[in-house]
């Protein structure tokens, strides 16, 4: 299912900017900052920000937090539990590799045997851990679910309005016509343009390294370099016909491309990676990779409010056991990892990072060592000023049964982001148009 | 839609209030001393004309008074300005015609030819009239045209200017939903008409001022799967090649010109194997073919990478890259030897992309790739896995359901997960590498309910040797036979409509689809014809496919390499560019395959786009390379240098694009040297790079105009 709204977007973009000057359509009046390029230019001016870490694929949360208090859990994973010791194939009794062994939470849940640093973070009261996070109605679709999370509306078709949830956000917050590094605001690491940034007024930069981000043109003749860009550069300012698309959106693509390049390059010049947080791992661990890219964007002061990452292969319908423990030490790696940088730039405490994902997964095995599409998941929440050591959205055997098939859910996600969003100093009701229950639980801070 | 319901509930009250003001006698202006009065002032011209004074300041409207002791020399004034003509047509009632009037609310009088008069104070109210110029479908089978289906649906573009966001629209007389896009935007959805015909469009203010468009928009029955002109223009001819191949050379191009759009379609629907090019994409392949051993997956991409730039059959190529994107298979889900399963599943789409539709999707269902990628070779009946059933519908063949189950129930994936159960991997006898294999044992012979159908389904045509004829366990039936035949609505439609969107524009009306998918059922699934529709049709030419659509990293990498005739390498290209654009092929993100459209476009995407076309345009090494690419010497001026460059590439520069263009050759060239004469040789490095910025500078009008 496409939702292609390209067309409208940009015309109505061009409409309201329009219409601005005159009518003060935005509701949102510019708050000034101290530094004029602050990008979040609607958002208080404190430094803070959040990661939003997806694991594409749809991560299976009971072998992520595993509730080993749980006889059914045993029941339906005979082969890939993790209580037991195995190789996670058929007749092995269980997946947990002998000398590993998992981390205990509280209430008989305990991590992953891979996520030794998030179970510090928990112990150090820095870990929030939400189980059976999703949305009314479990689609088992990736697609359609991910389709959800993106645009932040359960109902697409009837209450979406095309755009993302970032998107949204971009439009209220980080609007300023007169600040080139708007589009700062919101950054996409090495994931693409999901429709998570779907917007009509600012476009987020979607990126996927800052050492890429800069124009070569011809490298052995550089005194033409200069000349030939800025010829590029006020041609595109003028050029393509402003009614038709598809040329609206390459030209505010590359425009904001040109814009932007010399103030990414510039503003990240001087990162360096002193204590070699990134050094091991890179080149296998993509997800440590985007996060050395988000370090490097901090250190340009742009004011980026949240950033978006992710890291792919979580739908394990066969032999899951290795590709899941894999998966599980990246995670792992790249949030220590991180977080100890971030102490080395004091900015731990500015940082709240979020791990998602579309959906978790059946109940039981099936005949492959491996789980199918379920629902209700786990999500996590860390960061220097998060009041961790808790976990919320108990289970139950009942709910654990093959004949259950699959968690539901008891928090639906946007509440989670809702208090992400409120800690940045954002209406999440302007975000997040549809209603949707909101426990009052969770409280991260 | 909110505009007119404002509007509406505007006119509604304006009639409540008007009312009594209008009928309650008279006037305060009906002195004593004169024989006349005004009882009320209505428009006709105007919508709601029983109570709504509101007149066009463009004049002309049809004003009717009523009241009593008029008589035949009286002449209407609105405020101070004569009517431009008064026809008082009985003692108790006037026409009147105003003239070009200020916006503005003011009093209507009845005066003699003494000046006397009779005035209703405030009694209408002039506005100005929303200007249009002109409107085009900007949807649905008529794109491009100021035609619309009967069964309607589609978006009409009205140009003009002063709209304020409150307008909204009529068409033939109907309402039809608006949204003013912007002051001089404004986008109507067109209902449906008994019949064909021409009809007027009128745009309504929020007062009720009508601008009609006379005839403007023609409802037709026809549909533009039809043949479009046969003659091609060189631009129409680049628009083909870069939808139906990947972009082509000056001489292919002229080809086309000379051959026009049937003979074209013709021979790109024509696969001809040119043993040389297929041999020699081979040779780059491991020396034993197929591979005894390992292989990395930088094997495979090479030997198609070499036919995508390579291959004389280039509709070939671009139908397997749409079908490899629409089966995405990964070999990073493969390992050592089994790595050559991707090249014979790309093998398989190449060969069957034109055949039908029924055959691709049982061969697929059963190729080995496929089989490993989402796990049929674990999958069994005692415990099925439904990752590859799932798929089956909700990507390759009917699309997600909607939850109503119309498509397929949860249960039903559940049952078509055992149906699609029998393979399984093995070591091959006396090699050390996997194959896979079927079973009868392991497939689930029992019967399952599948849209209403009880039978033994299983995989379509399974390997004869697997068969046990003797006790009948074999399935009753394929799943791809039952899936078309039980939902060939869904599933006809499904692929039209991806074929529609990659090759012509995306979001097709569903009257297209459907009639394309038409096609497909009513030629027993085959592709060709579908394919020949579509290549032909006056939507593949339409001012809305014209437009141009964002082309995905590999069909923009490789349409500017086919159509420079640049050798980049293919190391190069896959390792340089491909990767860090996201787009490696044979290792989509997902099953789900690529994204599409404006979904590739982002800042750092465009910036590597850039530095591709530079990287290529760095390629031309040589004197000779460059003037294969300008007129001949002696014949030069920097305006056809520049003219040159853009025909090859296929860009149209505006004249402000050209004009700086021409400046760069006339002053960095040193225009005389090279223009008249040719390289200076003693100074070709300098003139050499400097003809290449004059590439690269109009490459990104090629990259920002992307067809």
């Known amino acids: ?445 | 839609m909110l505009a007119r319901g404002n509007w509406l509930g505007f006119v509604v009250l304006g009639a409540l209030v008007l009312l009594p003001a209008c009928g309650g006698g008279g006037g305060p202006a009906a002195g004593n001393q004169i024989g006349w009065s005004i009882a009320a002032v209505e428009v006709l011209t105007q919508p709601m004309n029983q109570f709504s004074p509101f007149g066009s300041t463009a004049g002309g409207d049809e004003v009717r008074i009523v009241g009593i002791g008029f008589e035949p020399a009286m002449t209407v004034y609105f405020g101070s300005t004569p009517a431009a003509l008064t026809n008082v047509a009985s003692p108790t009632e006037i026409r009147a015609f105003p003239s070009a009037m200020p916006p503005g609310t003011v009093d209507v009088s009845v005066r003699n030819s003494l000046g006397d008069a009779a005035t209703l104070q405030d009694a209408i109210t002039f506005y100005v009239p929303p200007a249009v110029a002109s409107l085009v479908s900007i949807d649905g089978p008529t794109a491009g045209e100021t035609r619309a289906p009967i069964a309607g649906g589609n978006t009409l573009e009205i140009t003009g200017s002063n709209f304020v966001g409150t307008e909204t629209s009529r068409i033939d007389g109907l309402f039809a939903p608006s949204i003013v896009q912007s002051p001089t935007i404004m986008h109507v959805t067109v209902p449906p008409r008994p019949g064909p015909g021409a009809v007027n469009v009128d745009v309504i203010s929020e007062q009720g001022i009508v601008t009609t468009m006379l005839g403007a928009l023609t409802y037709t029955q026809e549909f533009s799967l039809d043949p479009a002109t046969d003659a091609l223009s060189l631009q129409l001819a680049q628009h083909l090649y870069s939808r139906a191949a990947f972009g082509a050379s000056p001489a292919v191009l002229q080809q086309a010109v000379n051959d026009g759009l049937g003979v074209t379609v013709g021979n790109l629907l024509t696969f001809v194997a040119d043993p040389v090019v297929e041999q020699a994409a081979l040779d780059l392949y491991d020396p034993n073919f197929p591979p005894s051993g390992s292989i990395s997956t930088r094997t495979n991409r090479r030997w198609w990478v070499y036919l995508i730039l390579n291959n004389p059959n280039p509709l070939q190529e671009k139908l397997a890259w749409f079908f490899h994107d629409h089966f995405a298979t990964s070999q990073s889900g493969m390992s050592g030897r089994s790595i050559w399963f991707l090249w014979e599943q790309i093998e398989l789409l190449r060969a069957n992309s034109l055949g039908s539709w029924r055959d691709l999707l049982s061969e697929v269902a059963r190729n080995q790739a496929m089989l490993v990628w989402l796990d049929g070779i674990v999958s069994t009946g005692s415990n099925p896995n439904e990752n590859w059933a799932r798929e089956f519908w909700e990507l390759f063949t009917l699309g997600v359901d909607d939850g109503s189950g119309a498509r397929y129930t949860q249960g039903e994936i559940v049952e078509a997960s055992r149906a699609f159960t029998g393979y399984r991997r093995r070591t091959a006898p006396g090699e050390e590498y996997h194959e896979i294999i079927y079973e009868l044992g392991r497939h689930d012979a029992g019967s399952k309910t599948i849209f209403g159908q009880a039978g033994m389904w299983g995989y379509d045509d399974n390997p004869d040797e697997t068969r046990d004829t003797g006790n009948g366990t074999y399935p009753s039936g394929g799943m791809v036979d039952l899936t078309l035949g039980e939902r060939p609505i869904y599933a006809s439609e499904f692929i039209c409509k991806k074929l529609l969107e990659y090759f012509v524009y995306e979001n097709p009306h569903p009257q297209i689809v459907g009639d394309l998918a038409l096609v497909l059922r009513s030629n027993n699934w085959e592709l060709e014809p579908v394919m020949r529709t579509l290549l032909q049709s006056k939507a593949l030419f339409s001012g809305r496919a014209l437009a141009g659509q964002v082309k995905d990293p590999v069909s923009f990498v490789f349409s500017f390499l086919r159509t420079t005739e640049i050798d980049l390498s293919i190391n190069r290209v896959d390792a340089n560019h491909l990767a860090p654009l996201e787009q490696i092929p044979m290792q989509p993100p997902d099953v789900n395959g690529w994204v599409s459209g404006t979904a590739w476009l982002g800042s750092q995407a465009m910036l590597l786009r850039i530095n591709f076309l530079q990287d290529a345009i760095d390629e031309l090494e040589t004197v000779a390379d460059i003037q294969a690419l300008l007129p001949p010497v002696g014949q030069r001026t920097p305006a056809n240098m520049v003219d040159n460059i853009a025909t090859l590439l296929g860009v149209q520069l505006s004249g402000s694009a050209r004009t700086s263009l021409i400046t760069y050759v006339t002053s960095e060239l040193q225009g005389d040297t090279i223009v008249n004469v040719g390289f200076d040789p003693t100074d070709d490095d300098e003139l050499l790079k400097k003809t290449r910025g004059l590439l690269w500078m109009t490459a990104q009008y090629w990259e920002g105009h992307q067809q």
């Open chain 1, 1 to 445: 299912m496409k939702h292609d709204h390209s067309c409208t977007h940009c015309s109505r973009r061009s409409f309201i900017k329009g219409a601005a000057a005159g009518a003060g359509l935005l509701t949102v009046a510019p708050i000034w900052s101290l530094r004029p390029t602050y990008a979040a230019g609607g958002l208080p001016n404190n430094g803070r920000f959040v990661v939003v870490i997806n694991m594409f694929g749809g991560n299976d949360g009971l072998n992520t937090v595993v509730p080993t208090h749980l006889s059914e859990y045993l029941n339906v994973r005979p082969d890939i539990n993790l209580i037991n010791e195995g190789d996670g194939s058929g007749g092995s009794g269980g997946a947990r590799p002998a000398g590993e062994s998992l981390h205990a939470l509280s209430g008989g849940y305990e991590l992953h045997y891979s996520l030794a640093d998030m179970g510090q973070m928990w112990t150090d009261s820095e870990l929030y851990v939400i189980n059976k996070v999703g949305y009314p109605r479990a689609n088992l679709s990736h697609f359609t679910s991910m389709d959800i999370y993106s645009y932040g509306v359960r109902d697409i078709d009837g209450n979406g309005d095309g755009r993302g949830w970032l998107g949204r956000l971009a439009d209220v917050y980080c609007t300023d016509p007169t600040d080139p590094l708007a589009p700062l605001g919101i950054v996409s690491v090495g994931v693409g343009k999901r429709r998570d940034f779907q917007s009509d007024e600012t476009d987020p930069l979607i990126m996927s390294n800052v050492s890429g981000f800069r124009v070569d043109s011809d490298n052995d003749f550089p005194a033409d370099h200069d000349l030939r860009q800025k010829m590029v550069e006020d041609q595109l300012a003028v050029e393509p016909d402003p009614s038709v698309e598809p040329g609206v959106s390459i030209q505010n693509a590359n425009k904001q491309a040109y814009d932007l390049v010399d103030a990414v390059a510039q503003g990240t010049a001087a990162w360096t990676d002193p204590n070699s947080r990134y050094v091991t791992g890179i080149g296998s661990n993509s997800l440590l990779n985007n996060m050395r890219e988000i370090s490097k964007m901090l250190s340009g002061d742009f004011g980026t409010k949240v950033f978006y990452t992710g890291i792919g292969g979580f739908d394990t319908h066969s032999n899951q056991a290795g590709r899941h423990e894999t998966l599980m030490s990246r995670l792992n790696e790249a949030l220590q990892r991180f977080k100890l940088d971030m102490q080395d730039r004091n900015r731990w405490n500015d940082c709240t990072i979020l791990v998602v994902s579309e959906f978790g997964r059946r109940n039981f095995e099936n005949g492959s060592d491996g789980t199918d599409h379920g629902h209700g998941n786990v999500f996590f929440v860390t960061g220097g000023r998060v009041q961790g050591q808790q976990i919320v959205g108990d289970m139950q055997n009942s709910e654990l049964t093959q004949s259950a098939r699959f968690l539901g859910f008891d928090y639906d996600f946007r509440e989670v982001y809702a208090a992400l969003l409120a800690d940045l100093g954002a209406d999440p009701a302007l975000v997040f148009p549809e209603s949707y229950t909101n426990t009052g639980d969770i409280s991260l801070y």
